[in-house]
Nanobody, 124 residues
Framework: QVQLEESGGGWVRAGDSLRLSCIIT????????VGWFRQAPGKERDFVAR????????AYADSVEGRFTISRDNAKNTVYLQMNDLKPEDTAVYYC?????????????????WGQGTQVTVSS
């Protein structure tokens, strides 16, 4: 069973930075990508970023492109999300998730394992 655990959330002011971490254990299925998603109250869970497992290729939502960076530390089995220039609209619970296969990596329905989430609150 693949297990994921996020950390690093918190309360910050607009313009500040945070780094989220996602530790991955288990590896019961061949992971093809790890993604970050976020969900604000009353809204759907949205794609933020993803990194492919073998080639470390990154992709981002338009809303975070240029501000957020996803990366991976193989030795620590950890995926990071560096978030810079945070805005109040970035406020949400952030989840990391793992998927297998080649289907869309921006669709949360294609991810099989999820962490419990970490809250990010950005005040203006």
């Amino acid at each position: 069973q693949v297990q994921l655990e996020e950390s690093g959330g918190g309360w910050v002011r607009a313009g500040d930075s945070l780094r989220l971490s996602c530790i991955i254990t288990g590896h019961s299925f061949p992971i093809s990508a790890v993604g970050w998603f976020r969900q604000a109250p009353g809204k759907e869970r949205d794609f933020v970023a993803r990194i492919t497992w073998t080639s470390n290729h990154a992709a981002y939502a338009d809303s975070v492109e240029g501000r957020f960076t996803i990366s991976r530390d193989n030795a620590k089995n950890t995926v990071y999300l560096q978030m810079n220039d945070l805005k109040p609209e970035d406020t949400a619970v952030y989840y990391c998730a793992a998927k297998r296969g080649i289907n869309s990596s921006t669709n949360p329905e294609n991810y099989e394992a999820w962490g419990q989430g970490t809250q990010v609150t950005v005040s203006s």
